[in-house]
Structure formats: structure tokens, C-alpha cells
């Protein structure tokens, strides 16, 4: 699919490596998290919209004079050059798009980001591209660095899960999809929901029957609230202390049986909660 008008080449013009325009590419990217590696580079794990998670090497970024520096520290939203390298592509300039200053100065605001930043490494697959989770988190950090309280944090994990397709079900049973009596009810983390009483016995009866969450019919109310609402409305939620613990409790319960494991970061919010309880 050559155009005829291409003039011809000379043998000198014949280049080993791609031109430099092809080997580089633009990205705006979320830094979620960054290993040391050598003396002055760090391997960042990037979130992108585009290209989804990548892991790039930023060269000479902890040298005091580095143009980067700053710029590809994590939770900072930035714009990104990117060559692309035989194992591993190297960041060739950064620009900050937003800093999430008062985000990235407190030790709690701080753990609030990095338990997001963490939900998503841990819940994106490689290179999957997904602009709305990117959205998502770019959104959410701008709540937190504005101090919005815990509930950005409850919309935040509903909406990833709906985004990567683990939606928790509130509505229906999540087992045999019959509806649901007004009352409290258990979710099984199993089931991806809540249960109605038939299911529940069943479940009940099942050597993983300690797995079950009690919901009151508040909580089942609330979680359904965040899950359907934006979130300038879902912020207009007031939850005593009890039942937001309750909430957070159960989404916590699902995410560790979807991972297998314990997000790091979530035992670091609980040890500031206990030192402080706001
Ligand atoms: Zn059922």
C-alpha cells in the first residue's frame, strides 16, 4: 500500500531502528506505585486510559537535577512520553496534568490514595485498556485531595468493581435471582451478593457458611444508593459511624475473597484510624 509519490530512498537514509516518531508514544498516566531499581531509577507501575497498566523505567529519577522528578511521583496525574524499549519502555518526559497537592501532603489523605491506587493495580489486568476506570480513579483522587470524607472511598470501590466486571449484586438474589424481602439479609462474598432467606439456608448449611455478611435492611439500602447514584449524590449520604463500618466491612469481605488476599494498604488506614479516630 505504498504511495507512488514516495520518493526513493538512498542507502544512507536507510535506517537500522525505527524513526524516532515510532518509537515513541503520548499517554496521560496515574502513577500507582514505584520500586527503586539501580541507583537513580525507579520501575513504575503506570495506570493509563488507553493502554491500561504498563510498567516503565524512569531513568536518573532520583538524581536531584532529574526533569522528571516530581513529575512521576505516584498518585500525581501526569502526561507522559514513552520510548519504547527492547524489555521494558523508558519515560523520555512527564508533565504534571494535576499534582493532588493536599492529596499527597497528609499521611491519612495520603493512605486514602495509595488503598485506591492499590484496588486498581490489583483489579486491572495488563494492557486492558479501561478509560472510564481511569476516569474513575482520576476523579476520585480529586475528591480525596479535596477532602471529601470515607463514602468517596465506598463509591470508589463500587463503581471499580461494576468497571471490571465484578459488580456485587443488591437488588435480586445473587443466587437464584428472585427478589428480595424488605429486610436484613446476608451476603455471600461467594455468590458476588446478597441472598434471599431460601438461598441463605442453603448457603447457611455450607461448610463456607462463616463466609456470610449480615446486611441490616440500611445497609442493603445504603450500598445500593452508592452503587446506582453519581456521586454528587451518593456524597449527600450522612451514615452513623456503625453502619458506615458495616459497609466498608462487607465490600472489604468481597474484595479479599475476589484477590485472595488483604489489600497492604487497608491494614495501614486501619492502624491510622486506631492512632487517630477521626
Ligand atoms: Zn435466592
Known sequence: MSSPQKPRQRPDQVASRPPEAERLYKTESIVLKQVHIGEADRLLTLYTPYLGKLRVVARGVRRPKSKLAGHVEPLVHTRLMIAKGRTLDIVTQAETVTPFVKLRSG???????IYCAELVDAFAPDEAPNPQAFALLVVTLGHLDEGEPDIALRWFELHLLNLMGFRPEFHQCAECGGALPLEAAAFSPEAGGILCPGCRQIAGSAEHASALAMLSLNDIKALRFIQ???YTEARRLR?????????????????R??????????????????VSPA
Open 239 to 255: 451514615l452513623a459511624a456503625p453502619l458506615a463500618r458495616e459497609i466498608e466491612d462487607v465490600l472489604r469481605l468481597y474484595v
Open 257 to 274: 475473597h475476589l484477590l485472595e488476599r488483604d489489600l497492604r494498604s487497608t491494614a495501614f488506614v486501619d492502624h491510622l484510624r486506631r
Open 107 to 113: 499521611l491519612e489523605t495520603t493512605a486514602r490514595g
Open 228 to 230: 446506582d447514584q453519581q
